[in-house]
Nanobody, 126 residues
Framework: QVQLVESGGGLVQAGGSLRLSCAASGRTFSRYYIVMGWFRQAPGKEREFVAAINWSGGTTYNADSVKGRFTISRDNAKNTVYLQMNSLKPEDTAVYYC?????????????????WGQGTQVTVSS
């Protein structure tokens, strides 16, 4: 079992930055192959993939909509995953969720992830 808790959301003006954190407990990152991902869901829209990182941190994958602006990273010693979000746009407004997938291959479908956090709200004003 893996428990995930997100933090770092808030209200920011367009062009600003936020860093989201996801603290994991239960199975530790260093002992199991776990891919960590970030997803987001805006009102009235489906949950969409944002970024993911493999267990070693050596491989990352970002959605086209956030490439060049968002960076995912992980600190296995702290069991924490981060999402650094720069140059934020109003269309980035959503609830952001951290998710964990037991495996070695990065997958972008939310149905592949077994564990989820409660989400953190990010609001970008224009």
């Amino acid at each position: 079992q893996v428990q995930l808790v997100e933090s770092g959301g808030g209200l920011v003006q367009a062009g600003g930055s936020l860093r989201l954190s996801c603290a994991a407990s239960g199975r530790t990152f260093s002992r199991y192959y776990i891919v960590m991902g970030w997803f987001r869901q805006a009102p009235g829209k489906e949950r969409e993939f944002v970024a993911a990182i493999n267990w070693s941190g050596g491989t990352t994958y970002n959605a086209d909509s956030v490439k060049g602006r968002f960076t995912i990273s992980r600190d296995n010693a702290k069991n924490t995953v981060y999402l650094q979000m720069n140059s934020l746009k109003p269309e980035d407004t959503a609830v952001y969720y951290c998710a964990a997938d037991q495996g070695v291959v990065i997958r972008t479908s939310y149905s592949m992830y077994e564990y989820w956090g409660q989400g953190t709200q990010v609001t970008v004003s224009s």
